[in-house]
């Protein structure tokens, strides 16, 4: 026993694949004590908040202010404002305007603000609609604005009154410490569609969809190992009956069985534990028969056929004579049943079926939601990739682990 | 022969029996679901008419029709019956259209886009494995763990990368749809090149999906294979490398073949999220409306065609075994 | 003193595992078989008699390496040739091997006679189809096969069948020398008999010249090689003809082996060699004494520092042991006496 772990850790493949999971594992069991919360809590009002450090302004006005004079604040303050698609408008409008802009390198912010300063003026060029000419009224103006502007001023409104007093100026070589803001809020990964904290829900999405095929590996792979006991020992018509219904499930695609059963069930009723008892309860097959091929080889080995004559119980030769002779093979099979079934219930969900949306989020709820709203057409990349980096993290550590055992104890694979 | 009549005999057999239990699933479960879609068509039709008494009769004219007023049992056979003759029932969601033309349309797409890139896949799949079992050396190291990592990227999640990466972001493919949203279906040239830009990213996503598990099922085998028992007493018989190496892929091979049939068989179950994913007007987005909607005579008609066509792959294999390969010819003579 | 057919003189061969560590499975083994005579060897499993059986055939791929000592065949040194050259010239044809799992040494796709063609083709391209068929349809028939086997696959053959066709196909080019790992411990008893009567047959005959027999089952041994060598964690620990084995074992190992096959009340424990208490040692770190000494019960403190010499003795006999020839006899003797 001693011996065989100390061969699976010699196993590289076996190695990295445990190390990166009980790194997701570590992950779902700590994070929330840093982060604590309830993960489908909408902390956002819009959707898709970008993954960053936010603080608020109205607590960023009353915090004490530093004075910095740094040489590039008025460029960087104008390269935000000239994102890439206006600095192309700017040059489409010069063209059309007729001036001389061949050579203008768009990102030589320099050179397109002088071409621009030189240029410009608030006109309807043809081709183009009233609303492209307001945008580019506003774009000049911040443009301008931003380069003459001395301060702004906070003003206060009285509630009785409604009078403005003014409450304090902020001038451009004003810096608040974030630390002296009363409210920060950092998102590593934005906001979802919900306005729901993307990391939060993920790292409670992973630990449930881990959830998910734990109990779908444990259904299918006690139905696969009872079957395949059964079938492989008894032998005979037990055999037959078994192997047809084995045969019958393994020909419907376990997808499709899943579907409609998932269908069967209503909405307020699939939680994710039955969620995952359904996939288990879909998916044993394969389990099932390669245990009754591996019992049918040790049915008459000697040790077997001793027990028998000593007069042992099934129940006994079972557990002492054949487990553990199939146990490492079962392990393998669970740790696939595992990966087999986070990706069922992903893809359940993906077609509307997964476990009901109020009660916790699973990797196949997130990733559903972030189709439902575009986050991939609409560059929300925080919304969709982490979760499919995460499912693919967690199904690539379980298939090391197993192709790892598969090296220690099935020596002639050799690889 | 007797021995291969009772083969096939037993095989149609089979065959036959499961049928009869996927038909069944197929029937039973979708209605178990607790909701009335005849209730949601009766209000659509009915919008704006106030009488209830009327409501109540459109309502149960659509039932009649549905013939969901009689029990579950009487419908089965209403519905083997129908389905015997070709006819699949009318679509809840999409009322009027039938089933039979719902599918109709959608399948060509399915079939036209996974086909064609199982084959792909398969073939791409299949060299990659064999040179990866032949070489060995540095692929195993680096590229290996590599490619284990990309085929565990699941389906949906590849397919929602080459969307963002090439239609979103790079914007050489289109985003959504079998052909561009403004076209009607005709063969028109312009018609045919909307098809074909649209068809590349579900296309490429299902090779690289193929392609991945092949790859690594085909290196397993031949490396299994490389290290048969066989293997090494031609070696110690003066054998050739080069002749024992075809040996080895063609008993490599047998499998893989078998995984392409079974790879058709399934094609339409598992490209359904991927088709969803783009949009694309096969089958997949078929039951993803059918399922959001409740229009269960639809979800039965998608899951039945999926599941006949698995069984007639998985019979139609059967049969070629039973005249190919040798082992289960023995099998023969030992029953 | 017929002509040495096989001599192998001090050889070492290792391999190496997944993990990369070495496991020096044939560590110094020295043995000569005579023109017309078998040896069989013995040991335990994981002693390394396959790998001795692998490491005579000269031709060596991973996880095998050769590392040194000479393979001479017919008197000819087979281990400087090139790999190539050993596979046209000596493997088949010079030294033959029947595999430990003749159940499934045959390729289970192709004809039989495809791999007879393959086979003979490795050797002499020349060769057309008809002969080849005629040749191996007259050595099919000696050992008792039909014809039609060679139009079957391997999967179509009982166990018996395909035993008979590897030794067929194993010999059909006339080896000098056959080594057989273990070519029975698949079958029932009545079929590892009728196997062993076979090779003994064609070595009568003249087909084969010479053979080796490797196994873990001692009573095969004793009744069909002229010789036995006992082979103990990597090395040959005694050789001697079958019969001095039998009644006048020197080494405490074989002593250990042999004495309980002569009590017959122990029968059953005498067929399997693990009967003697204890485990081999590790070959990845050979001990430096003597191999045997932990599980030795007459060992002396200097076992275990020095790693006895092989000693010649009464001419053709070998032991490896500290002790003297008489020295042992004498222990055993009283030993005994005092039961």
């Known amino acids: 026993m001693k011996n065989t772990l100390k061969n699976i850790f010699h196993s590289p493949r076996f190695v990295v694949g445990f190390i990166i999971f009980v790194a997701l594992l570590l992950t779902m069991i700590f994070y929330p004590i840093f982060n604590p919360g309830d993960p489908l809590e909408r902390i956002g009002v819009g959707t898709f908040a970008k993954p960053g450090t936010y603080f608020s302004m109205y607590d960023a006005t009353s915090a004490k202010t530093e004075t910095f004079r740094l040489a590039d604040a008025e460029e960087n303050r104008i390269n935000a404002l000239l994102t890439g698609d206006a600095r192309t408008r700017m040059i489409d409008w010069m063209s059309r305007h007729g001036d001389d802009v061949a050579g203008l390198d768009p990102a030589d912010t320099g050179a397109l603000m002088e071409a621009w300063g030189r240029y410009y003026e608030d006109v309807r060029l043809s081709g183009m609609t009233n609303a492209d000419r307001v945008y580019f009224r506003r774009l000049n103006n911040s443009i301008v604005n931003s380069a003459t502007a001395e301060e702004l001023l906070v003003m206060e409104e009285d509630p009785e009154t409604g009078d403005y007093a003014q409450k304090g100026t902020i001038s451009l070589t004003d810096y608040v410490n974030t630390k002296d803001v009363a409210n920060v809020k950092t998102l590593p990964l934005g906001t979802d569609n919900f306005g729901r904290d993307t990391l939060r829900e993920l790292v409670s999405a992973a630990g449930v969809s881990l959830r998910v095929g734990l109990i779908a590996g444990i259904v299918a792979t006690l139905i696969g190992l009872s079957l395949g006991l059964l079938a492989g020992y008894l032998g005979g018509v037990a055999d037959d009956i078994i192997m047809f219904i084995t045969n019958i499930f393994t020909v419907i695609p376990s997808f499709v069985l899943l579907i409609l059963i998932s269908y069967s069930i209503s909405q307020e009723a699939r939680g994710a534990s039955l969620v995952a008892v359904v996939i288990g309860f879909t998916g044993w097959t394969w389990t099932c028969r390669s245990v009754r091929s591996q019992v049918i080889s040790l049915r008459n080995r000697d040790h077997v056929n001793l027990s028998k004559l000593s007069g042992h119980s099934m129940v006994r030769i079972v557990l002492t004579d054949i487990l553990p002779y199939i146990a490492s093979y079962v392990v393998m099979a669970f740790i696939l049943q595992v990966s087999a079934g986070i990706l069922s219930e992903a893809q359940l969900s993906m077609l509307g079926l997964g476990p009901k949306t109020t009660e916790t989020p699973t990797l196949g709820l997130m990733m559903n939601w972030a189709m439902l709203y575009s986050a991939h057409t609409n560059g929300s990349w925080w919304a969709y990739f982490p979760v499919i980096l995460t499912i693919t993290l967690i199904s690539f550590s379980l298939n090391l682990m197993n192709t790892g055992l598969d090296q220690v104890f099935n020596p002639t694979l050799r690889d | 022969m007797k021995g291969y009549k009772k083969y096939f005999g037993k095989k149609i057999l089979w065959f036959v029996l499961t049928l009869i239990v996927a038909v069944i699933l197929n029937f039973i479960l979708p209605r178990l679901m607790p909701s009335d879609p005849v209730a949601s068509i009766t209000a659509k039709v009915a919008e704006g008419v106030t009488d209830a008494a009327a409501v109540q009769a459109i309502y149960e004219r659509y039932a009649e029709e549905f013939g969901i007023n009689k029990s579950l049992f009487e419908q089965f056979f209403i519905f083997v019956g129908n389905a015997l003759r070709g006819n699949l029932g009318t679509s809840f969601s999409q009322y009027p259209r039938t089933v039979n033309n719902i599918i109709a349309t959608a399948l060509p797409w399915s079939l036209a886009l996974q086909f064609p890139a199982i084959i792909v896949g398969w073939f791409l799949g299949n060299i990659l494995g064999a040179v990866a079992a032949y070489v060995r050396k540095g692929w195993d190291k680096v590229v290996l763990p590599i490619a284990i990592f990309i085929n565990n990227i699941p389906a949906f999640g590849l397919a929602v990368i080459l969307l963002v990466i090439f239609a979103v972001n790079l914007k050489i493919a289109p985003v959504s749809g079998g052909y561009s949203f403004d076209m009607i279906p005709n063969f028109s040239w312009p018609f045919i090149k909307s098809v074909i830009s649209h068809y590349q990213l579900p296309f490429w996503s299902q090779v690289l999906i193929t392609i991945g598990g092949q790859a690594i099922g085909m290196r397993s085998m031949s490396i299994y294979e490389l290290n048969a028992d066989y293997v090494k007493y031609s070696r110690f018989l003066g054998i050739k490398d080069g002749k024992i190496v075809g040996y080895v892929f063609r008993n490599a091979m047998l499998p893989q073949i078998t995984g392409l049939a079974l790879s058709i068989g399934t094609m339409l179950s598992g490209g359904l999220v991927a088709e969803i994913i783009f949009s694309y007007p096969g089958l997949g987005t078929v039951l993803y409306s059918a399922v959001t909607s409740a229009d269960y005579p639809l979800i039965s008609a998608t899951t039945l065609i999926i599941t006949i066509m698995v069984l007639l792959v998985t019979l139609f294999l059967d049969v070629i075994y039973g005249f190919i390969d040798p082992r289960v010819k023995a099998a023969q003579f030992d029953a | ?339």
Not at chain 3, 51 to 78: E, K, R, V
């Open chain 3, 1 to 339: 003193m017929g002509k040495a057919m096989l001599e192998v003189k001090n050889l070492k061969t290792k391999y190496v595992t997944r993990f990369h560590e070495d496991v020096y499975s044939v560590d110094g083994v020295s043995l000569v078989i005579e023109e017309g005579r078998s040896l069989g060897v013995a040991g335990e499993s994981g002693c390394g008699k396959s790998t001795l059986a692998l490491s005579m055939m000269g031709y060596y791929f991973p996880p095998l390496h050769y590392m040194s000592g000479d393979i001479l065949i017919d008197g000819n040194n087979i281990s400087g040739l090139a790999p190539d050259t050993v596979r046209k010239t000596i493997l088949g044809s010079e030294i033959a091997y029947i595999p430990q799992a003749a159940m499934n040494a045959l390729n289970p796709t192709a004809k039989i006679i495809r791999f007879v063609e393959d086979v003979i083709h490795a050797h002499d391209p020349k060769k057309t189809k008809a002969e080849i068929r005629e040749m191996a349809e007259e050595r099919f028939a000696i050992l008792g096969l039909p014809k039609m086997v060679l139009d079957k696959h391997a999967v179509e053959l009982s166990g018996g069948m395909k035993q008979r066709t590897v030794i067929a196909i194993s010999t059909i080019l006339s080896p000098k020398v056959l080594i057989a790992d273990e070519p029975s411990s698949a079958l029932d008893v009545t079929s590892q008999k009728i196997v062993i009567k076979l090779m003994r047959e064609l070595m009568e005959k003249g087909y084969i010249r010479s053979m080796m027999f490797i196994t873990h089952e001692l009573p095969l041994l004793y009744n069909v090689t002229d010789d036995i060598a006992v082979m103990y964690a990597g090395q040959l620990v005694e050789v001697g003809t079958a019969k001095e084995m039998v009644f006048d074992p020197i080494h405490p190992y074989s002593h250990g082996l042999m004495g309980s096959i002569l009590v017959p009340e122990e029968g059953t424990r005498g067929t399997n060699l693990t009967a003697i208490p204890g485990t081999p040692p590790n070959l990845k770190r050979p001990p430096a004494g003597c191999r045997f000494a932990e599980r030795c019960k007459y060992a002396k403190p200097e076992c275990f520092f020095a790693a006895p010499p092989e000693k010649k003795f009464e001419g053709h006999r070998m032991y490896r042991c500290i002790f003297g020839v008489d020295e042992l006899r004498d222990i055993y003797k009283k030993e005994a006496e005092q039961q």
